[in-house]
């Protein structure tokens, strides 16, 4: 009786020491991510986990793949939807017509319209939520691509030292 108690906390302390040395694995920071262009998602420890590193300019910049094709995004959890340029849903084949415009946002840079479109599938490193509405804007209106919130309602999101997290 007595080895089998000693054999357990000897289990006991060394899942202790796994877990402490896997959480240092995952805490250690990460080299400093490029300053131009969209960082690419570093995966963690989970495969279905992603982390984004803040760039200089205090935002969370990522590439993901839209229907198969690269697009660069800024992650804003004040957008109610991915948001796309017109330019970029040009190359990912949607071409509204002027009709189509048929929504008005109120936006911090103004009025404008937008085009509702719907996305197969956007994958960031290895998270993919499938089928999501997705807005389009002319290019002057919007100045770069937002992640919005029908991308990351789907997925789970924490914000630590600086650091994004994104998991499925």
């Known amino acids: 009786?007595?080895?089998i108690l000693v054999i357990a906390a000897i289990v006991v302390a060394l899942?202790?020491?796994?877990?402490?040395y896997a959480d240092q694995l995952v805490a250690s920071p990460s080299p400093p991510a490029a300053t131009t262009g969209a960082a690419q998602p570093a995966p963690a420890a989970n495969s279905r986990s992603v982390v984004l590193s803040k760039g200089d300019n205090g935002?969370?910049?990522?590439e993901a793949r839209v229907d198969g094709r690269r697009?660069?995004?800024?992650?804003?959890?004040?957008?109610?939807?991915i948001a796309l340029r017109e330019s970029d849903a040009a190359r990912l084949g949607f071409h509204p017509t002027p009709r189509d415009y048929s929504i008005r946002l109120h936006t911090a840079n103004g009025i404008t319209?937008?085009?509702?479109?719907r996305l197969r599938m956007v994958e960031v490193g290895g998270i993919v939520v499938r089928d999501l509405p997705a807005l389009i804007q002319p290019d002057d209106a919007l100045g770069v691509n937002l992640?919005?919130?029908?991308?990351?309602?789907q997925v789970r999101f924490t914000h630590e030292r600086g650091k994004l997290i994104l998991e499925q």
């Open 147 to 153: 992640l919005g919130m029908s991308f990351l309602s």
């Open 59 to 62: 935002h969370f910049r990522t």
């Open 1 to 3: 009786m007595r080895q």
């Open 71 to 81: 697009v660069d995004f800024v992650v804003d959890t004040g957008a109610t939807q």
């Open 15 to 20: 899942g202790a020491l796994f877990a402490r």
């Open 113 to 117: 319209r937008a085009a509702v479109v």
